[in-house]
């Protein structure tokens, strides 16, 4: 295990899968639209505006979903734990292979046991 920075402190790698329903669509895409308009972005540096932005919002659930999401806030009420990095993304359908369910960790995922 590799230290980063001071002695006391370890770099370790967290897996996470979050499985949600949506009860509201409307909610959902109004909140995500919402944080787009507040977004600091340079509308004249992106290849589309913020009407046609908000569009697609409104027209794809999953991008919605993945614009809110907030990876950083998994580990915020976790004392002694630091956010270092990571993505949040959203897909269609069944879950990958690789994310299937297997006793509690991913397929790939190294067995503790051995």
Request: aromatic residues 4%; contains cysteine.
């Amino acid at each position: 295990m590799t230290t980063d920075g001071d002695p006391g402190s370890r770099r370790l790698q967290l897996y996470c899968r979050i499985d949600v329903t949506v009860t509201d669509p409307t909610a959902l895409t109004d909140h995500a639209v919402a944080e787009l308009h507040a977004a600091d972005v340079d509308w004249a540096q992106e290849e589309d505006d913020l009407p046609s932005a908000s569009a697609e919002l409104r027209a794809d659930l999953t991008r919605a979903l993945a614009s809110v999401a907030d990876v950083t806030r998994v580990v915020d009420t976790i004392p002694g734990v630091e956010f270092r990095g990571g993505v949040c993304w959203a897909e269609t359908g069944p879950p990958r292979a690789s994310f299937a369910p297997t006793g509690g960790r991913p397929a790939t995922a190294p067995d503790p046991a051995e």
